[in-house]
């Protein structure tokens, strides 16, 4: 499809408005301070500074040529809906939805989210728009590695307990994400899911593990040092 000739809805855009608007920065300071977007710019920086999942991820992207820069990256923004945070393609550009994220936990898993699908756009080239099957998978290795199937997070939603819950979760969110960003069936969603689930489900880049937790996420972070440094001295 050509994305020039699509309605931007038919991309998730209506659900990140200022993305239509062309105001992705706010300048003034009155609007800067005590308000969602001056509590949204701490919280993104705190969750820069110190979650392993995102600090794993920012080292990863520099590695592959891709700095991150907070600044230029990063955009809090209002969203409509639910909708916590999306990643623009078209600018390499993370959205937080700080109308939507009130919790630094959750500030965490949704920076840490979307980085990933940035550090596919960096490593895998994806075709956001064109091909179905890469938004799937990036989906699904989103959801599976940014903590947001971990268990408290699913005991805090009241579902544990099942055989092979973490499958289930994963695919249960990478199919709400796709859904939520393409105005496609729920059949030809869950057609997508299906036939990208295992493949990208077992891709861990640049984890090398599935992080269930911030303990996991740590180490992980120490061993990619550590590779790091092992190739850095070869």
């Not at 903590?147 to 994963?170: A, M, T, W």
């Amino acid at each position: 499809m050509d994305q020039n000739k699509q309605n931007p809805e038919d991309y998730g855009y209506q659900l990140f408005p200022e993305r239509n608007s062309g105001r992705f920065k706010k300048g003034s300071v009155a609007e800067s301070l005590f308000t969602f977007n001056h509590k949204c710019q701490v919280m993104l920086k705190v969750a820069l500074d110190t979650s392993p999942y995102a600090k794993l991820l920012l080292s990863a992207m520099k590695q592959s040529g891709c700095t991150v820069y907070k600044e230029r990256h990063f955009s809090c923004e209002d969203c409509d809906g639910i909708v916590s945070g999306g990643f623009d393609a078209t600018t390499s550009q993370i959205v937080l939805c700080q109308n939507n994220i009130h919790q630094q936990a959750h500030m965490n898993r949704v920076v840490t989210h979307e980085l990933i699908h940035s550090f596919d756009h960096c490593r895998a080239h994806v075709d956001w728009f064109d091909n179905f099957k890469h938004l799937a998978c990036s989906e699904v290795r989103a959801a599976n590695l940014s903590g947001d199937c971990s268990f408290s997070n699913e005991l805090s939603r009241f579902k544990f307990g099942l055989k092979q819950h973490h499958q289930e979760c994963v695919r249960d969110r990478a199919l709400r994400s796709v859904l939520a960003v393409r105005k496609v069936s729920q059949e030809e969603a869950e057609k997508a899911v299906d036939e990208v689930f295992e493949s990208c489900f077992n891709d861990h880049e640049p984890f090398g593990r599935i992080p269930h937790s911030k303990n996991d996420a740590k180490y992980a972070y120490r061993d990619f040092q550590n590779r790091d440094r092992y190739y850095a001295n070869l």
